[in-house]
C-alpha cells in the first residue's frame, strides 16, 4: 500500500487577480523522487513553494501525511523539510558554520552537530573547504554546502529547485550523479524542479508536468517520455507523442 507523504487538493494560488496554480490533486509518495517540469513561468517554483509549505495558496487543502496543514502545526511540519534553490543562499561565514545553522537553531547538541557536520562535509566532498568563507567559493562548491546545509537535517521531504542550472556542464555532471547516489542511499522523498530534462532519467522515479498552473500530467518518467500526454509536453522533452497517454497517475 502506498504511503503518501504529501496531498494536495484544490490548491489555488492567485496573485493581482491572476491565478498561478489551480490544481485539482497532487500526491507525493515516501522515498519517491519526482520531477516537475513545464514551460516558463507554468507554475513550478510556486508549486515547490506552496508543497514545501514557503507559500500559503489562496484557497484548497494541504495534508502532511494525511494531517491537515493548519496554523497551529505549520512551522513542526516545515521542521520535517529542507529546501535548495537556485542560487546557493550562504551565510557569510564558514561553511561549517552554514552546515551547522540549520542544527544549531533546531536545538541539537554540539557532538551530535559536529558529528553530522563532518559526516555531510565528507559525503559531499567539501570536508577541506570546512573553515573557508563561503563568500569565495565557487558556484559548484556553494551548491554542495547548500545540500550538505540540507542533508544534515535528515529533512522527510527534500526540495530541489533548478539546483544545477548555473553550474557549468562538467560540475552539473558530477554532482547530479554524487546526488542521484545519496537519494538512492537515504532514500528521501524528494520534490525536483528542473528544465534539464537530461536530469529526469538519473534522478526521478516520476514526473509531473504543468502548464498554466495546472497538472497535464503525472507519471513515471518511463511513462512520460514513452507516451507523453500532448505535443506540448513532447515538444518539451523532445520526443515523438505518437501515442496518447493517460492525463494523471
Not at 43 to 69: D, I
Not at 130 to 152: I, K, N, P, T
Not at 208 to 225: A, N, P, R, Y
Request: hydrophobic share 40%.
Amino acid at each position: 500500500m502506498k504511503d503518501c507523504i504529501i496531498e494536495a487538493n484544490k490548491i489555488k494560488l492567485q496573485k493581482s487577480k491572476k491565478q498561478i496554480l489551480d490544481v485539482e490533486q497532487f500526491q507525493l509518495q515516501k522515498g519517491e523522487v519526482m520531477a516537475v517540469i513545464g514551460p516558463n513561468g507554468a507554475g513550478k517554483s510556486t508549486l515547490l513553494q506552496v508543497l514545501a509549505l514557503l507559500q500559503r495558496p489562496s484557497s484548497g487543502e494541504l495534508l502532511f501525511r494525511g494531517e491537515n496543514v493548519n496554523n497551529k502545526n505549520i512551522l513542526a511540519f516545515r521542521r520535517k523539510m529542507a529546501v535548495v534553490f537556485q542560487e546557493a543562499l550562504l551565510l557569510d561565514t564558514t561553511v561549517y558554520n552554514n552546515v551547522a545553522s540549520g542544527l544549531q537553531i533546531r536545538g541539537h547538541k554540539r557532538n551530535e552537530i559536529d558529528a553530522l557536520v563532518r559526516d555531510w562535509l565528507e559525503r559531499l566532498g567539501i570536508r577541506s573547504l570546512a573553515h573557508r568563507s563561503a563568500r569565495v567559493l565557487s558556484g559548484g562548491e556553494s551548491q554542495r554546502v547548500s545540500l550538505a546545509r540540507a542533508f544534515v537535517l535528515e529533512p522527510e521531504v527534500l526540495f530541489l529547485d533548478e539546483p544545477f542550472s548555473p553550474l557549468d556542464y562538467p560540475t552539473k555532471k558530477g554532482l547530479i550523479g554524487e546526488l542521484r547516489d545519496i537519494l538512492q542511499a537515504t532514500k528521501i522523498t524528494t520534490v525536483l524542479v528542473t528544465h534539464d530534462y537530461h536530469e529526469i532519467p538519473v534522478l526521478a522515479d516520476s514526473v509531473t508536468v504543468l502548464d498554466k498552473g495546472k497538472i497535464i500530467q503525472s507519471c513515471t518518467q518511463q511513462e512520460v517520455f514513452s507516451r507523453p500526454a500532448n505535443e506540448m509536453v513532447a515538444g518539451l522533452l523532445g520526443v515523438s507523442d505518437s501515442r496518447p497517454a493517460r492525463p494523471n497517475r
